[in-house]
């Protein structure tokens, strides 16, 4: 069977290399190449887009955005060790890869790239997170991407994407809805990783929205939504009851019940309580 690329089968590049999976990196490899191909796939036409991956470890995802036809792929990895297997799939696309050494959390990741920028990444799930959070908050945010494509542990995935009534719900799902189109878009389980993960995985692809989904003031919006979850069994009115005095007002203001608890309350209802709330200060 014809490979996407002339490069080494991703278990000699890991072998020639001597790139055993560190736990600490939370290196779980991906290592079939129609696979990797198929998620970058999932990141839409990349032909018109640069592409900005974090911990392309031996390369899979790389290649697969690459042989896409990604224009520009900036490749941020934390481990010196993957960056000569990067630098073979650099001189098979010439100009089109530039890996950089470095903290994903810590190193600018526009140089290099021209909008639009797409986002792909299969990352530990705990920096994933993080990032994910950043991405989507200032001073990131108006964001520098067009799209995210990132894997995450099964359980996260299901909080960016839940809906009110659902455990999952919560702070996460209301940044991530407000200010893009969030979906699951892949399921993977532990095998298609080596060494394979505890978890199953699934890759979320989220789509910047050009305004907000409701208006709100993101401050307020923030602080409220903190405040809610925090304390997600009790009843809006004593759960926010440090927010504001009148907070069964504004509550009520916004359409919601003051007995009503923060999981039972949409995207919409909170955007309409921090707007109320805002008036008042
Ligand atoms: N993308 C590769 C694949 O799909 O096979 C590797 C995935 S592995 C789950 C995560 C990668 O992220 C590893 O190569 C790891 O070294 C790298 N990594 C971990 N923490 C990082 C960080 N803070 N910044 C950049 N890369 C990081």
Not at 78 to 97: F, H, N, Q, S, V
Not at 220 to 225: D, E
Not at 260 to 268: C, D, F, N, S, T
Request: charged share 20%.
């Amino acid at each position: 069977m014809s490979s996407i690329d002339d490069l080494p089968p991703l278990r000699e590049v890991i072998a020639t290399h001597g790139l055993a999976a560190k736990k600490s990196l939370g290196q779980n490899f991906l290592l079939d190449l129609n696979l990797t191909a198929k998620i970058a796939r999932l990141a839409g036409d990349l032909t018109a887009a640069d592409v900005l991956e974090i911990g392309p470890g031996p390369g899979g995802l790389t290649r697969g955005l690459l042989a896409e036809g990604a224009r520009k792929v900036r490749a941020i990895e934390k481990d010196p060790r993957c960056m000569p297997a990067l630098a073979e799939i650099a001189d098979a696309y010439p100009g089109r890869l530039q890996a950089i050494q470095g903290d994903a959390l810590d190193v600018d990741p526009l140089a290099y790239l021209q909008p639009p920028i797409k986002v792909a990444a299969n990352l530990p799930y705990n920096v994933g997170t993080e990032l994910l959070v950043r991405w989507l908050t200032p001073p990131m945010w108006p964001p520098f991407w067009q799209s995210l494509t990132l894997m995450f542990q099964r359980e996260v995935a299901q909080r960016i994407v839940a809906t009110p009534g659902s455990k999952a719900y919560g702070r996460l799902a209301l940044l991530a809805q407000w200010r893009t189109d969030a979906q699951i878009v892949m399921e993977l389980p532990p095998e298609a990783f080596s060494p394979p993960p505890k978890v199953n995985s699934a890759v979320v692809h989220l789509t910047a929205l050009p305004a907000p989904r409701f208006a709100a003031d993101a401050a307020v919006l923030n602080r409220v939504v903190a405040a809610a979850f925090n304390q997600r069994r009790k009843m809006l009115r004593s759960a926010l009851k440090s927010v504001s005095p009148d907070i069964e007002q504004h509550l009520m203001e916004a359409g919601i019940k003051p007995t009503e608890r923060a999981e039972q309350v949409g995207l919409e209802a909170f955007c309409a309580l921090a707007r109320s709330l805002e008036q008042d200060s």
